[in-house]
């Protein structure tokens, strides 16, 4: 997230205390986060004189203090090499979406939603896919990247497919929508849906426009009309902050706002108040409450409103790990699962665990959970003789 913040600042020349003379010092700049011992941690100021930080050859993703420390690290990160040099390029060319080159418009549907289960049922309506993706290969801020970053440029073959890696994770999100919609039966040609997206963060307002959310559109097309609000204290400034509808307005159309705050504070100060509109969907990217206890407190009073107000709600995960603890503490809190398992339209990007590359990559939106009231009372264990 620290490479997207530095990217942000220098295209749109808003510092908050940070500068950059060109891009070649800005590509600098985001490669320092990565820029420590994979074997040891050490970090470059920690380095003794005449050492430096060399990155692995193949991946140009890693970086070593010393030779002893890139071969007692090999049998652990010859496991994930190869999937890192998809990282390291990813990376760089995720530049292109604050160039405004990514996403790329996207065509019509030729199948109806229901049809569309998968990537694998999306990708063969969209038959211009390829000149897209060459358009942004052969514009000049493509040429601009690869001229200021210190690393040889891929093939076309890896940029065409990296640009998709990147367009699939800002698709996923819109599609994931489209298919909680479909879990819970919501129907958006009976009336008008409203959609809180709880917990939104920098990954999906940074940089966010008010046509973000238009693939719906395509997905459910002359639908009565869709509200997206977007809450959450990390909502980062910008044109979809503004003031979420109490009755909606012009059908056909996806309207999104966005509220700075804790969800339960939104609700308390403006659902509650009736100044938006009650939702008919919850949607969480990546809540992490299954991390450490600070962040399941935090969440608690969210989890707690979505349960007791009986409200259809969907998140979704990094990983089957990650969706195994979650699962774990929505049950503790006698929430009724009705579904879970992996997503069809995860994110096709890998992520690096930064603290820790040598783990595999995980991906945005691989796995959900959808849920919705309390845990039937029959689901709950009936008390023993000694109890």
């Known amino acids: 997230m620290k490479c997207v913040i530095l990217i942000r600042a220098a295209v749109e020349g808003k510092s908050k205390g940070i500068s950059f003379h060109n891009f070649k010092e800005m590509f600098q700049k985001m490669e320092e986060t990565f820029k420590f011992c994979t074997g040891c941690s050490k970090l470059p100021e920690h380095l003794t004189e005449g050492q430096t930080l060399k990155r692995c050859a193949k991946c140009l993703n890693v970086y070593y203090c010393t030779k002893e420390c890139q071969q007692k690290d090999w049998p652990q990160h010859k496991k994930v090499c190869k999937i890192l040099r998809l990282v390291a390029i990813d990376r760089l060319v995720e530049w292109l979406m604050f160039t405004g080159n990514l996403p790329f418009p996207t065509g019509k549907w030729s199948k109806t939603a229901t049809e569309v289960k998968s990537w694998d049922d999306w990708l063969p309506m969209q038959r211009d896919l390829t000149a897209c993706l060459d358009a942004i290969l052969s514009g000049g801020n493509m040429a601009i990247l690869w001229k200021n970053v210190s690393r040889p440029r891929p093939d076309d073959t890896d940029l065409r497919q990296s640009l998709w890696r990147i367009q699939s994770e800002f698709l996923s999100r819109v599609l994931t929508v489209g298919m909680a919609m479909q879990h819970f039966g919501l129907d958006p040609y009976a009336k008008p849906l409203t959609i809180h997206l709880a917990g939104a963060s920098h990954s999906e307002t940074m940089g966010a426009r008010l046509t973000d959310y238009d693939e719906l559109n395509s997905m459910f097309p002359g639908h009565q009309g869709i509200e997206v609000v977007m809450v959450g204290p990390e909502v980062v400034d910008g044109p979809i902050v503004r003031t979420p509808l109490t009755a909606f ?28 509109a009650k939702p008919d969907l919850v949607v969480g990217f990546h809540p992490g409450f ?46 009724h699962i009705r579904d879970s398992g992996s997503n069809p339209f995860s994110s096709q990007k890998p992520e690096q665990v930064q603290a820790c590359p040598n783990k595999t990559p995980v991906y945005c939106n691989s796995h959900y959970v959808c849920f919705q009231g309390l845990l039937p009372r029959e689901n709950f264990e009936e008390p023993g003789p000694d109890s």
Request: hydrophobic share 40%.
């Open 249 to 276: 307005g012009p059908k056909q159309k996806v309207y999104i706002s966005a509220y700075k705050g804790l969800y339960h504070q939104f609700w308390e100060d403006v659902v509650e108040k009736e100044e938006a």
């Open 290 to 335: 299954h991390a450490n206890q600070g962040l399941v407190e935090g969440w608690l009073p969210t989890l707690l409103l979505l349960r007791d107000y009986n409200i259809p709600s969907f998140f979704t995960m990094y990983s089957e790990m990650e969706l195994k603890y979650s699962l774990q503490i929505l049950l503790e809190l006698e929430m």
